[in-house]
């Protein structure tokens, strides 16, 4: 659990009450699938400038870029299949973090699509649990 939530701060949400904790780490471990994956990626912006522009932004008009993510035979526990990115500073990034389940190994693909910069695509092997 600590590898996704500190500790410290559930232990002060909980009031450092142990049962509560222990009851919530159970819910969390039965909860989550074993053939289920997380998978993480970060949009980044490698240039000084933001995007969109200070221009896209004064004339209302910013194309947001869109992370797509598609792969059949999965089930989406949590995320989009479409994620909009609606603007990244210069030299930043940002995480978006699907949960999938699938009972065989694919290849998934990732695209980045925008009108108004660069796009870029991957493909990742998930899957394969049992």
């Given at each position: 659990?600590?590898?996704?939530?500190?500790?410290?701060?559930?232990?002060?949400?909980?009031?450092?009450?142990?049962?509560?904790?222990?009851?919530?780490?159970?819910?969390?471990?039965?909860?989550?699938?074993?053939?289920?994956?997380?998978?993480?990626?970060?949009?980044?912006?490698?240039?000084?400038?933001?995007?969109?522009?200070?221009?896209?932004?004064?004339?209302?008009?910013?194309?947001p870029?869109?992370?797509v993510?598609?792969?059949?035979?999965?089930?989406?526990?949590?995320?989009?299949?479409?994620?909009?990115?609606?603007?990244?500073?210069?030299?930043s990034?940002?995480?978006?973090?699907?949960?999938?389940?699938?009972?065989?190994?694919?290849?998934?693909?990732?695209?980045?699509?925008?009108?108004?910069?660069?796009?870029?695509?991957?493909?990742?092997?998930?899957?394969?649990?049992?």
């Open positions: 659990m600590e590898q996704h939530y500190k500790l410290d701060k559930i232990r002060d949400l909980a009031d450092n009450d142990q049962e509560f904790i222990a009851t919530l780490a159970m819910t969390f471990l039965e909860e989550v699938p074993e053939d289920a994956a997380q998978l993480k990626i970060h949009v980044e912006n490698k240039n000084y400038l933001p995007f969109p522009t200070a221009m896209g932004r004064r004339d209302m008009r910013p194309a870029a869109i992370v993510f598609d792969a059949p035979g999965t089930t989406l526990l949590s995320g989009k299949k479409r994620t909009p990115v609606q603007s990244l500073k210069g030299y990034n940002r995480k978006i973090t699907w949960l999938v389940q699938t009972d065989k190994s694919i290849n998934a693909k990732i695209e980045l699509t925008s009108a108004n910069a660069w796009g870029d695509h991957k493909q990742i092997k998930i899957g394969g649990a049992k």
